[in-house]
């Protein structure tokens, strides 16, 4: 895609990524773009780079621009590779530039780059960096996804690069939100907020909470706001703000979702009568099986659910496979909120359930217990029981999604 301004010289010069499906064991069947900033001013300064295997459609993107040799400036807010990778590339074209990052940013970025044959600065909150007729103010933004992380704002036109903060992965021609919402729908761009956010930036939202509260006390006024990955918000700002309070809060509607795997399809047979218990009580269920759906797509269910229930067979005396790494990547995300409850069947000793109790405990998850096993092909008797545990675990959700 060619450059797109944002505002007054400010030119959107990264690239779209439509074929990846793999983004380092998170799938994303919608693809993903590479958002860098370039800020044609006195003295032009480079937002970001961009993977390394698309930096060359960046560097012809700025050229239609400026020749890149005048690039005075280059400001790395995330050294992640999906961001950083490209920049070696860059220094190649400009080895003169100043460049600026975080104090960790550049202990990390100095494990892959010699950075002593370049101009480092190392930036903090409240630093900042006159390029002519716009002012760069740099805000830390530490374990906002990773340590050395950082915003940038453009004082003059009021906005706010915000790297992986507010992103999503979207392969699109549209650059902004209100043009995707008009081709597409707002229903869609809010669920890719939702599926980034569950998937990357769940376990800080202590983190991200507090830095909102931090930019509303600076008085920063915001009238755009451009992540480094998918659309830049110009026109639902209040939206997506609105959306990321309510996610670090942890907040879900009242639902469930069940997440289960299955060996003979006996554990499958008890997910349908505890999800007609759920829906008898008026519960709202969606049903996940996990080979057969994406983890992101799990998760971001989870996400969504005030109620989570996990079915596994028991296997060599443990959790099956898919379940286990289900829950492994789920407690990496340090979900809060949820009230989780188990099933499953078992042919020899059944453990399955128990060890699945024990892993929402270590996430610290609320837990309705006990949960329910079946021994082989679920009964008549079983499958009534399975229907009566919906409905239980049903009345227990409401009353712990009234007090959450």
Request: net charge negative.
């Amino acid at each position: 895609m060619k450059p797109v301004e944002l505002k007054n010289g400010i030119y959107w010069v990264g690239a779209v990524d439509w074929a990846v499906r793999d983004f380092h064991g998170y799938e994303t069947p919608r693809g993903t773009s590479y958002n860098n900033y370039l800020i044609d001013d006195e003295e032009p300064t480079l937002l970001d780079a961009v993977h390394h295997d698309f930096v060359e459609v960046s560097i012809e993107n700025i050229s239609r621009i400026i020749d890149p040799k005048k690039i005075k400036h280059i400001v790395i807010n995330h050294i992640e590779n999906d961001h950083a990778s490209g920049f070696a590339r860059i220094l190649d074209i400009v080895p003169s530039a100043n460049i600026y990052l975080t104090d960790r940013g550049k202990k990390g970025l100095e494990r892959f780059l010699d950075l002593s044959r370049y101009k480092v600065s190392v930036v903090k909150s409240g630093d900042t960096l006159k390029i002519g007729k716009r002012t760069l103010q740099f805000i830390e933004t530490p374990m906002m996804h990773w340590p050395d992380s950082m915003f940038t704002y453009i004082k003059e036109e009021k906005i706010l690069i915000s790297q992986d903060a507010f992103g999503q992965h979207l392969a699109t021609v549209e650059r902004f939100d209100d043009e995707f919402v008009n081709n597409r729908s707002m229903d869609e761009l809010e669920d890719s907020v939702i599926d980034y956010y569950a998937n990357i930036l769940m376990p800080y939202g202590n983190v991200i909470k507090g830095k909102i509260e931090e930019i509303k006390k600076l008085g920063i006024e915001i009238e755009m706001i451009a992540p480094d990955h998918g659309v830049i918000w110009r026109s639902h700002i209040d939206k997506v703000l609105s959306l990321y309070s309510d996610m670090v809060d942890a907040k879900a509607k009242l639902s469930a979702v069940i997440v289960y795997d299955t060996m003979w399809h006996s554990t499958e047979q008890m997910v349908f009568p505890i999800a007609k218990g759920l829906e008898d009580e008026g519960i709202p269920v969606k049903i996940i099986k996990l080979r057969a759906t994406p983890k992101s797509v799990a998760i971001k269910e989870v996400w969504k659910s005030r109620g989570v229930i996990v079915g596994s067979p028991t296997l060599n005396n443990g959790i099956f496979p898919s379940v286990a790494e289900f829950l492994t990547y789920l407690k990496g995300l340090r979900p809060k909120n949820r009230l989780f409850a188990a099933f499953g069947s078992y042919g020899w000793s059944g453990e399955a359930v128990k060890e699945l109790y024990e892993m929402a405990k270590a996430m610290k998850l609320e837990v309705f217990e006990p949960g329910i096993r079946v021994l082989y092909k679920p009964s008549e008797e079983d499958l009534n029981k399975c229907y009566e545990f919906g409905i239980a675990f049903g009345k227990a959700l409401k009353e712990y999604h009234a007090k959450t």
